[in-house]
């Protein structure tokens, strides 16, 4: 389908055809959206929503830090949230609200300040509040669920829905957030805590993550999930404990590279753009080391990040690869 401005509902914020995402994505890699959609609020979201041909896909975006845009581009209308949906409130009862733009890392700080404790986990997580919604991000033993009161968003219709974390349906690293819906906002609550010792904790936390993963290096995080069991909110089932990253390193994959895209040498589950890797030396890249793992292990990994978009067709080169 064919996307042209002038015949989409009007959008107070500013609509884009053919955007080129890799300057957007985190990976610097992807090709351009159709129509890339900056709503400049809610309401203007839920306007448009409301008026668009149902038949037009959306797809929501942050800062890409866990999406590999291919390298064909996304199709239909990509949404991107900007300042008008940033905003950070500190709510009676030690509660924060939080847009879906706000980064993690800024509401973390934010609660810190207020003496909110419990929040600190988000400060190592680079994203915004709503990927880590979708994603039920987490590190260090504590997740988006464990902390999530309610969250705000918008159907594909532009109707507002608010739920709670019973009704998302949180699992590992995954939620089951109605299809089409996007996140506006989220509520979260902590607990009484000393903004010192808040803060003594997000820079031990910090310091830990650039002891052990590649954090200057343009990469999402774990590319693959670990192989365990988890429970609804998360937490890890006492069924087995079987680390991702290790099943890669007996799999001989730390380091392994294909074109511009590596296995991290630093964090065997880390996957870096080198430097001019294509989307599709991420991915190929990413499924050579699920196959090899299986090969050795027996265990299929899935993946962690989202692979969304068209791949573009094959060049001779790719091809002859």
Not at 42 to 68: E, K, Q, T, Y
Not at 129 to 137: D, E, H, L, Y
Not at 235 to 264: F, P, T, Y
Request: one cysteine or more; charged letters at 20%; hydrophobic letters at 40%.
């Amino acid at each position: 389908m064919t996307l042209i401005a002038d015949t989409l509902p009007p959008l107070r914020g500013t609509l884009t055809p053919d955007r080129d995402m890799a300057g957007l994505s985190w990976l610097r890699t992807g090709g351009p959206a159709d129509m890339l959609a900056q709503p400049a609020d809610r309401d203007d979201l839920a306007a448009f929503l409301a008026a668009l041909d149902p038949g037009v896909p959306v797809m929501p975006v942050g800062v890409c830090s866990n999406l590999i845009i291919r390298d064909g581009g996304l199709p239909g209308v990509t949404l991107r949230l900007g300042r008008g949906f940033n905003g950070i409130e500190i709510l009676p009862g030690h509660r924060v609200r939080a847009g879906a733009a706000a980064l993690d890392a800024h509401v973390a700080r934010k609660a810190g300040e207020a003496g909110i404790a419990g929040l600190e986990f988000l400060r190592t997580i680079p994203g915004a509040i709503g990927g880590a919604v979708k994603m039920n991000a987490g590190c260090y033993g504590t997740y988006t669920a464990d902390v999530l009161e309610e969250v705000t968003l918008l159907t594909r219709a532009g109707e507002t829905r608010r739920l709670t974390p019973a009704e998302i349906g949180f699992a590992y690293r995954s939620s089951a957030l109605p299809e089409g819906s996007v996140v506006v906002e989220a509520v979260f609550a902590g607990r009484p805590g000393d903004p010192a010792e808040i803060a003594a904790r997000m820079e031990e936390a910090l310091a830990r993550r650039a002891a052990s993963q590649p954090v200057k290096e343009r990469t999402c995080g774990s590319t693959f999930r670990n192989p365990a069991g988890f429970s609804s909110t998360g937490r890890a089932d006492d069924v087995h404990d079987l680390k991702a990253w290790k099943l890669i390193e007996d799999a001989g994959c730390r380091g392994l590279s294909l074109g511009g895209a590596q296995m991290s040498p630093m964090h065997a589950n880390f996957m870096v753009n080198t430097g001019g890797a294509t989307a599709a030396d991420l991915e190929d890249l990413g499924e050579e080391v699920r196959k090899r793992v299986l090969n050795t292990s027996g265990i299929a990994l899935d993946w962690e990040i989202m692979r969304v978009g068209r791949r573009a067709p094959l060049s001779p080169a790719s091809a002859a690869r």
